[in-house]
Nanobody, 119 residues
Framework: QVQLAESGGGLVQAGGSLRLSCAAS????????MGWYRQAPGKQRDLVAR???????EYADSVKGRFTISRNNAKNTLYLQMNSLKPDDTAVYYC?????????????WGQGSQDTVSS
């Protein structure tokens, strides 16, 4: 099992910045990816950014150049630095860990963080 605790985020004006943190604990082995997803009202949950075990990073086109995903291995903490925020970035942001368990993939989610960008 993996436990994820999110912090950060909140309310910010357009053009501002926020940083999300996700502290991971539990069985932190066989992890394939760690990432951030978001879900706006009435929409599906979409990938924002993902960090692969080998170090590769993947970003949604809508956030490229504005958001940065990173990880502090010593603290087992994942971060999402969000700059130049737009009202369209308003959503609940979820931390995610995808882990290999008994030959299959298991996903773990944080509790979610409401981030609102005002115009």
């Amino acid at each position: 099992q993996v436990q994820l605790a999110e912090s950060g985020g909140g309310l910010v004006q357009a053009g501002g910045s926020l940083r999300l943190s996700c502290a991971a604990s539990g069985s932190l082995f066989s992890i394939n990816t760690m990432g951030w997803y978001r879900q706006a009202p009435g929409k599906q949950r979409d990938l924002v950014a993902r960090l692969y075990t080998g170090g590769a990073k993947e970003y949604a086109d809508s956030v490229k150049g504005r958001f940065t995903i990173s990880r502090n291995n010593a603290k087992n903490t994942l971060y999402l630095q969000m700059n130049s925020l737009k009202p369209d970035d308003t959503a609940v942001y979820y931390c995610n860990v995808e882990r290999a368990e008994l030959g299959r993939s298991s996903n773990y989610w944080g509790q979610g963080s409401q981030d609102t960008v005002s115009s």
